[in-house]
């Protein structure tokens, strides 16, 4: 879903919060909306985001007890079912517009957060497969371009059929006054996969520098970061390089590929 899609589908769902304010809780619309609103934001942002578990913890109804004779007992607890409601309708309103702040200002792609970590989503684990035993398989001769790794990558994606999932350097965004685009764009899972090579001792160190760099950039759009590093022999320590990034980093894996 795009971000216009996105946000004219929570507008429409906060536009019928007062039509329910005259319905009766749990009425056909009212169970109507909260199933539609429900799956709209389990889209949007995923199950472990803090607005989907928030509108699901919402109650219209009354829960408690009180005492009170046979004879009225029905209609006092119409009133406080009629009350509770109300009060998780503006509620809900306000969790809503919340979505909508933050598809503005982080945009669509950067506002999904699945059930499953980054790790565990079977997207991104085809992702890491392709890198892990893949690329070095598909890579004959030493690369002397980055772009060389890039090509092999695309031809592995397309081959694992994922070529209707990403794009190739044709997203970009401004940050801190520079333009970034990167290699690849998974939209769907909000996912950048960024190759690096290393054909340089030198090379180590501005790689890491340049990992840092599109972190800060890539974070304020995507949700999930994948770095291929081709290493042509200069990364002596490959644990200690993908650690020092990825300990201090959620939702970003680093793999480092050895020719």
């Known amino acids: ?32 909306w909260i ?11 995923g199950q472990s985001s803090i607005i989907y578990q928030n509108f699901t913890t919402l109650k219209f109804h ?9 004879w009225g007992y029905e209609a006092e607890k119409l009133r406080r079912d009629q009350e509770a409601s109300h009060s998780s309708l503006g509620i809900a309103d306000g969790i809503l517009n919340a979505a909508i702040d933050q ?3 982080k945009g669509v792609e950067a506002v999904y957060e699945g059930k499953d970590s980054p790790k565990e989503s079977s997207e991104i684990i085809k992702i890491l497969s392709l890198v892990d035993n893949k690329l070095r398989k598909a890579i004959r001769e030493k690369p002397s371009k980055e772009g ?7 031809s592995l994606f397309i081959g694992a059929d994922l070529d209707k999932e990403f794009t190739r350097e044709k997203e970009n965004l401004v940050y801190s006054s520079k333009t970034y685009i990167p290699d690849f ?16 001792s030198k090379r180590e160190k501005e790689i890491i520098a340049e990992i840092n760099d599109d ?23 490959s644990d200690a390089f993908t650690g020092s990034i990825q300990q201090s980093q959620q939702h970003v894996i680093v793999r480092v590929v050895k020719h």
């Open 185 to 200: 764009v998974f939209k769907r899972i909000s996912t950048v996969v960024e190759a690096k090579l290393c054909d340089t």
């Open 215 to 237: 972190i800060l950039a890539y974070k304020t759009r995507y949700g999930n970061l994948v770095f291929a590093v081709y290493d042509l022999g200069f990364i002596r320590d």
């Open 1 to 32: 879903m795009d971000k216009e899609s996105a946000l004219n589908a929570l507008s429409n769902s906060i536009s019928n919060i007062n039509l329910l304010r005259k319905s009766e809780p749990y009425s056909s619309e009212h169970v109507r």
């Open 35 to 45: 199933l539609d609103t429900r799956l709209l934001l389990e889209e949007i942002f």
């Open 103 to 105: 598809i503005n200002r």
């Open 148 to 154: 060389e790794v890039q090509n092999v990558l695309e």
């Open 62 to 70: 009354f829960e408690g007890t009180f005492l009170i004779d046979a």
